[in-house]
T-cell receptor, first 115, second 113 residues
């Protein structure tokens, strides 16, 4: 069974600063996908970024980037130049590369961007 | 951009009653999912659905639960004989291929009284 752990229940950052959200996971799979989803207050979950385990290069998406350490089973999210609209719950999620593709989520990190 | 839509946004039901939560996945998507999130807890996988049958389900998805794709657009989750502990946010998701990111709906908040 896979587990995903987010050790920071809440974080805050000043607008325009950089913040890193932590995520670790445990799996016996060798090929899998990792995601960060953002859930603004009372809104749907939105995909932020995706990483394929077989790719060594860290994924980037504009101000969002990841630090994927496969051996350490770590998948942190860095948000650069934080904006007020980044205030949300952030969920790290894992899925193995097989049929069904259920997502296993971490407990989430509530990020507050302060003006 | 196409979205997954869920109705209702909030459902209040008496314990013991049946409830049906509705979802309209993105039109060209082939894989459908239900998740739930009890207040203050993790988002948990319930079931995945492909080609008109369940492809995977969790331990939570017992005989009380069922899913159906009654027509070409809707994907429903039925909960029979609801219990207080069924109170949660229920999220529907879909993707075109199973290894693609899942797109989520806004969720239905289910409150069992």
């Amino acid at each position: 069974a896979q587990t995903v752990t987010q050790s920071q229940p809440e974080m805050s950052v000043q607008e325009a600063e950089t913040v890193t959200l932590s995520c670790t996971y445990d799996t016996s799979e060798n090929n899998y996908y990792l995601f960060w989803y953002k859930q603004p207050p009372s809104r749907q979950m939105i995909l932020v970024i995706r990483q394929e385990a077989y790719k060594q290069q860290n994924a980037t998406e504009n101000r969002f980037s990841v630090n994927f350490q496969k051996a350490a089973k770590s998948f942190s999210l860095k948000i650069s130049d934080s904006q007020l609209g980044d205030t949300a719950m952030y969920f790290c999620a894992f899925t193995p590369n097989n049929a069904g593709n259920m997502l296993t989520f971490g407990g989430g990190t509530r990020l507050m961007v302060k003006p | 951009e196409p979205e997954v839509t869920q109705t209702p946004s909030h459902q209040v039901t008496q314990m013991g009653q049946e409830v049906i939560l509705r979802c309209v996945p993105i039109s060209n998507h082939l894989y459908f999912y239900w998740y739930r999130q009890i207040l203050g807890q993790k988002v948990e996988f319930l079931v995945s659905f492909y080609n008109n049958e369940i492809s995977e389900k969790s331990e939570i998805f017992d005989d009380q639960f069922s899913v159906e794709r009654p027509d070409g657009s809707n994907f429903t989750l039925k909960i029979r004989s609801t219990k207080l502990e069924d109170s949660a946010m229920y999220f529907c998701a879909s993707n075109e291929y199973s290894n693609q990111p899942q797109h989520f709906g806004d969720g239905t908040r289910l409150s069992i009284l």
